[in-house]
T-cell receptor, first 114, second 115 residues
Framework: DGGITQSPKYLFRKEGQNVTLSCEQN?????MYWYRQDPGQGLRLIYY???????QKGDIAEGYSVSREKKESFPLTVTSAQKNPTAFYLC?????????????FGPGTRLTVL | AQKITQTQPGMFVQEKEAVTLDCTYD???????LFWYKQPSSGEMIFLIY??????QNATEGRYSLNFQKARKSANLVISASQLGDSAMYFC????????????FGTGTSLTVIP
């Protein structure tokens, strides 16, 4: 099946720990994105990547890091520098050219800091 | 700067009635796309409908239609014959060609369908 997988679905972290959220896609999309969503809020862009080995900061990149070593994978690390990491994290992909190229979303990871 | 504004935090509609969810956008780029997504309580994001800035006709997808008024920079979503399963958050988004194809999202509208 084609799609986007995110793991784990739920993640609990102690303060001061780094955690890595996985995002894998087999849609052959060039662009991949990470969003953060807080309760009752919209999506805020953390990082995005349009090509392997390249990525750009979004609006709220502080305290997060990413890598794009393979086209299929775009893991997000939430570092201890992120002050309030409890949120719902969504990974998305799209073709990287204009037109009717909507973003496809993964099922999300709910991160809770204990 | 690119911006999407959704001014209705919450909306209620009677089952089988139509409802309009508002969305205004701001960009100086002539080439852009507008998208609507639905997010049920499960958290998944479901693509509903797309409108390109050069499209002459309003987009329609089943019970969803997009009322595109380019001069007013609005892209309102119309849901006809509302169903209980339409209760969800709805997000308007914009993709601007000359900003690296980054997507910009509004803050969303929570729709509740009343039986």
């Amino acid at each position: 099946d084609g799609g986007i997988t995110q793991s784990p679905k739920y993640l609990f972290r102690k303060e001061g720990q780094n955690v890595t959220l996985s995002c894998e896609q087999n849609l052959n999309h060039d662009a991949m994105y990470w969003y953060r969503q807080d309760p009752g809020q919209g999506l805020r862009l953390i990082y995005y990547s349009q090509i392997v080995n390249d990525f750009q900061k979004g609006d709220i990149a502080e305290g997060y890091s990413v890598s794009r070593e393979k086209k299929e994978s775009f893991p997000l690390t939430v570092t201890s520098a992120q002050k309030n990491p409890t949120a719902f994290y969504l990974c998305a992909t799209s073709y990287d050219f204009p037109g009717r190229n909507e973003q496809f979303f993964g099922p999300g990871t709910r991160l809770t800091v204990l | 700067a690119q911006k999407i504004t959704q001014t209705q935090p919450g909306m209620f509609v009677q089952e089988k009635e139509a409802v309009t969810l508002d969305c205004t956008y701001d960009t100086s780029d002539p080439s852009y796309g507008l998208f609507w997504y639905k997010q049920p309580s499960s958290g998944e994001m479901i693509f509903l409908i797309y409108q390109g800035s050069y499209d002459q006709q309003n987009a329609t997808e089943g019970r969803y239609s997009l009322n595109f008024q380019k001069a007013r920079k609005s892209a309102n979503l119309v849901i006809s014959a509302s169903q209980l399963g339409d209760s969800a958050m709805y997000f308007c988004a914009m993709r601007v060609t000359n900003t690296g194809n980054q997507f910009y999202f509004g803050t969303g509208t929570s729709l509740t369908v009343i039986p």
